[in-house]
């Protein structure tokens, strides 16, 4: 890509960032606004109309993070930064853009920053995959394994089909000779995700050095299982 055509890639981008969040706050505006008026108590279509905000806003949301994972790829981290920052005045709630600032912070070596960054998105949306991601990279790379664990399984309490959160589970708890209670936490998951191939698959690749026959035998059923419901 020419410089030209990554100028023009540029202005794109941040012509889309800003249109998707000025519907995701009018979407929120209007959703806070029927709340309040109805009191809490919403009839049939109020109900359908806010349906319609949410599908409105979840596509909105679905944008902006493209648009900014895009931008993220072209533009300079410093510059980058700069612009989140921007955007920020007006939408300090957003977690996406806090997510990114967290991970411009990251690209920088600035991990004081990041982890702070990283914090505030976990308190104000606990269950952004994200942050917990972001915290769990950083406990990671200063050596602090346990915590890197305990963030990781967050990230995968919210989402149990990411194959990197397990790569990194597997790993960090071999590292720390847990491996055993890994492997049990997962077999009581499958209770629950009994389709969820990922898991199987992962799990199954533990059991295979465990000697655990008779709980390997069971994964492996239940892997063939899920892939023949497909």
């Known amino acids: ?21 000025a519907k995701i ?10 709340l309040s008026q109805s009191g809490g108590k919403l009839n049939f279509n109020q109900i359908e109309e806010m349906e319609d905000d ?5 596509l909105s949301q679905n944008i902006l993070r493209q648009s900014l994972q895009n931008l993220s790829q072209i533009e300079k981290s410093f510059l980058f930064e700069t612009d989140l920052k921007e955007w920020m005045k007006d939408n300090s709630e ?8 967290g991970s ?3 690209k920088q070596k600035e ?5 702070s960054t990283y914090r505030q998105l976990i308190k104000l949306k606990p269950k952004n995959k994200g942050g917990h991601l972001g915290f769990a990279r950083i406990m990671e790379n200063q050596g602090k394994y346990n915590d890197a664990i305990l963030g990781y399984k967050r990230a995968l309490t919210i989402d149990s089909e990411d194959p990197e959160i397990y ?26 995700e009994p389709q969820n191939q990922i898991l199987l698959t992962n799990l199954k690749a533990i059991l295979n050095n465990t000697g655990k026959e008779k709980e390997l035998s069971q994964v492996e059923r239940m892997l063939i299982k899920a892939v023949e419901n497909e």
């Not at 020419?2 to 969040?21: F, G, H, M, P």
């Not at 706050?25 to 029927?34: G, L, Q, T, V």
């Open 1 to 21: 890509m020419n410089k030209k055509d990554t100028v023009n890639c540029i202005v794109s981008e941040k012509l889309s960032i800003k249109k998707a969040l």
């Open 25 to 34: 706050s009018k979407s929120k505006k209007i959703f806070m606004n029927e």
């Open 54 to 58: 949410a599908k409105v806003m979840e």
């Open 94 to 101: 957003e977690p996406l853009l806090l997510e990114f600032l």
């Open 104 to 106: 411009a912070y990251e």
């Open 111 to 115: 991990i004081d920053k990041a982890l």
């Open 167 to 192: 790569h990194r589970l597997i790993s960090l708890n071999k590292h720390e000779d847990s491996i055993g209670q890994l492997t049990e936490e997962w077999l009581l998951r499958t209770k629950r």
